[in-house]
Every structure is written in C-alpha cells, then in structure tokens.
C-alpha cells in the first residue's frame, strides 16, 4: 500500500499554471532585457555615427584650411633708380607714392630670365608675382626713402597659381589645357625655386590684411574687426536690457494675464529664424532711421534684438534658481524689496546670467542671414576703425569666400572657419568655467 499520497487535480492545475507563469516572466525578461540591449546598441550607433560626421566635418576644415596659413613668397633684388622714383630729389611723400614701381618690379623679374622678349611671355612670367608686389615696393620706399637708388632685397607674394602649384594642387603632368599654369611658367618657377628665391612662411597676411581680390593678399583682418564691434554693440545693448527685463518680470511684476502675455512672447520670440530679425532691422533701422548701411552699429542692434529672448530666459532660469529663503532672510532682517534683489538675489543670480550672455553671443557670433538683409555683404577692402564705418564680419567673409572659384579662397575660407570656431570655443569653454566657478549648491 502506497503511503504518499496522491496529489489532487486542482493541485496539478495550480502547479502548471505557476509553472507556466514563470516561464512568461522569465520570456517577458528576456524580451525585455533584449530590448534594452538593442536600445543601447542604437544609443551607441547613434553616437558614433555623430562622432565620426562630427571628425568628418572637422578633417575637411582642417586639411583644407591648414595650407591657407602659410604663403610662398619670392624673393627679388630690385633696384630703385632715383630717377624713376624721385627725379626731382625731393623727397616729396606725394611724388614717392605715385612712382612706377610696377616697372621695377618687373625689370627685377626680367632680369631673371633675359631670355624672356616677347610681350606675352613677359605677361606670362609676371603672373608668377602678386600684384601686391607694387604695394610692397611703395610700401618700403615710403617707410624709408634713404633706401631711393640702391638695390634692396624683397620678399614679395608669389600669385595664387604659383602658391597653389608650390603646395602640390597643380599638377604639373596634367595636359597644359587643364591647369591655370603653362608649361613655361611652370618651368620658370622651378628655376626661381632651384635658385633659392621661393621662400614658404607663416600667412602672415591672412590676419593683417581685409579683403582682396587677388587671393594671396586676402585677410581676416576686416572681417575680425567688424565682427569686433558688431559684438560690443550687441554686448553694450543686450546684456543690461535683458538683465533689467528678466529682473523686473521674475522679481517685481505682477502676475497677471498682460505678464504672462509678454513671457508667451519672449518665448516665441527665442524661435524665430533669424533672417526675420534682419528684415526687421532692414525696414527700421536702414529705411525709416536711415541709419548707415554695412556698419557694425546696425549689425550690433539687428543681433541685439535677436539675442535679448535667449538672454533674459537664462537670466529668468537664474534668478528662479536663487532659494526662497534668500529673499526672506533679506526681508526679515529689514531689507526693502530693491535691496534684496540687487544686494542678495541679483549676485547669486549673476553667474548663471553671464553664461546664458555668452552662449547668446556665441549664437550672434556665428550668424549671417540677418546681417546679410542690412548690407553687410559688401566688398569691403578697409579695415574698420569703429562701429559706423563699412564693415563685414566672419560668417560673412567665410560666405563671400565659399561661393568663389579659386581654390586659394576656399582654402582662406575653411582657415576663416578654424579661427571662429576656436573663438566659439573659448567663449563655451569660458561659460563653462563660470558656470562652474560661481555655482552654488543649496
């Protein structure tokens, strides 16, 4: 006779069924963490995808833009005959400016190569100088008359095609009907070079010189100092109106249906496209005020418009961060309501403010389509010495420079990019350091 005893139907049904539910967990996990696993695996993928359009992009800039920093320059013995420079022994700085230094120049290239007689190939052989050499001679001679009737040694820009083939983008092999250089001039300067008169340096140029229509003699200069302004014009306005602005609403306004109005508007104003802030300062500033066009002012007060929304939410998310009790430990120990907010509150608040100012000018930094609608497209080859003359600014050159056919350009173009980058850095990084420096933790 059997002992145990024997287990009830309802028992064997129970115990399938919970045999049953843990394997539906157990595949419900299973599922899950599959999922979670592919979730990851996508996370990944999509970060490294990012990376590498990120290094991609970076590489592109930087292998195009590197050649553009330094120039090949040739050096000539020229020899300043006082009669063509100063017949009348004067020294008279308006005679010395207007000499004919193009025709020594080229004499100093010609006797180089006497075998070259013929008017083309003589056109032919100084297209391997800059037609900045002129400007190098008048330059030296005006700096230092004494020098009129000696022979002095001068460095002066090699052209564009001559760089160009100096940095390997020619190709010489190349039929003679596919590249800028023919056979002779490409002959020619191999002699300059065996004679030891091609000298490559550091581009000087590119940050002493604005623009140019010969590319071996265009600079960022312009376009930096234009930017310069443009940006303390939009410094001076933005950041104190957009401080007042975010005190007043988050501090001292009422809350009613008109303040929430305007906050719904500040934050639609933040997602506005910026060309729309240029047709603004097209419409009111240049046509009704007649203010200048091209000038760094106006290119300060179209960027300040557009920067104030980010600006005064950052301020906002600021002062909302200081804790309560700062306001009230103010207030009890007998601070009125403005010495609170500026003694105690506006102080805490300050770093985080000058963080959401710098990211709003970093924004303004790198922006072109607004100040394309004011004129700040223009060809502009002097430097700007205020905030009212003629100027461009970085993204602006970079954009007249892109759309250009020489590849000299475009190489000045992707080194223009490398330097507003490394200024859109510095001004992240420093807002990372403020933020981190004067952060508090309550």
């Not at 024997?6 to 919970?18: F, L, Q, V």
């Not at 590498?52 to 553009?68: N, Q, R």
Request: charge should be neutral.
């Amino acid at each position: 006779m059997n002992s145990h005893p024997t287990p009830s139907a309802g028992a064997i049904d129970a115990k399938e069924a919970g045999r049953r539910a843990s394997e539906a967990i157990a595949a419900s996990l299973k599922g899950r963490y599959a999922a979670e696993k592919r979730f990851r695996a996508y996370g990944i993928a999509a970060i490294v995808f990012a990376m590498l359009c990120l290094a991609t992009l970076f590489v592109t800039i930087i292998g195009t833009g590197l050649p553009a920093f330094t120039q090949t320059m040739i050096r000539l013995e020229v020899t300043l005959y006082p009669q063509d420079i100063d017949p009348d022994g004067n020294r008279d700085p308006a005679v010395l400016s207007r000499a004919n230094y193009r025709k020594l120049i080229q004499q100093s290239v010609l006797d180089l190569f006497p075998e070259v007689t013929s008017r083309r190939d003589k056109r032919a052989l100084m297209a391997l100088i800059s037609p900045g050499a002129t400007f190098d001679l008048r330059r030296e001679v005006m700096d230092d008359p004494s020098i009129i009737g000696q022979r002095v040694s001068l460095l002066v820009h090699a052209s564009d095609d001559a760089d160009q083939l100096e940095k390997g983008h020619i190709d010489a092999d190349l039929p003679e009907s596919e590249r800028r250089l023919n056979d002779k001039q490409i002959g020619w300067f191999e002699r300059l070079k065996e004679r030891g008169l091609v000298v490559t340096r550091f581009n000087t140029t590119l940050f002493t010189n604005g623009d140019s229509r010969s590319p071996e003699l265009a600079g960022i200069r312009g376009a930096l100092m234009g930017s310069l302004f443009t940006m303390l014009v939009t410094l001076a306005l933005s950041f104190p109106l957009a401080v007042g602005a975010a005190l007043y609403l988050e501090e001292f306004a009422p809350k009613n249906k008109w303040t929430q109005l305007i906050e719904v508007n500040i934050n639609n104003l933040a997602a506005v496209p910026s060309i729309v802030f240029g047709l603004l300062g097209l419409a009111v500033f240049l046509n009704f005020f007649g203010m200048p066009r091209s000038a760094p002012l106006v290119g300060g007060l179209v960027l300040t418009l557009m920067t104030l929304p980010t600006i005064i939410i950052a301020s906002r998310a600021a002062l909302k961060s200081v804790p309560p009790s700062i306001r009230e430990a103010a207030l009890g120990v007998g601070a009125s309501k403005v010495q609170t907010v500026f003694h105690h509150v506006l102080p805490l608040a300050l770093p985080g403010m000058l963080t959401g100012t710098i990211i709003g000018m970093a924004q303004a930094l790198g922006e072109t389509a607004p100040l394309l609608m004011i004129g700040m497209i223009a060809f502009i080859v002097d430097i700007p010495g205020g905030p009212l003359d003629p100027a461009t600014v970085m993204p602006v050159q970079i954009y007249l420079w892109s759309d250009l056919p020489e590849r000299a350009f475009v190489e000045r173009a992707s080194a223009a990019i490398m330097v507003l980058l490394g200024f859109l850095v510095i001004m992240n990084a420093l807002a990372v350091l403020l933020r981190k420096r004067f952060e508090k933790k309550w």
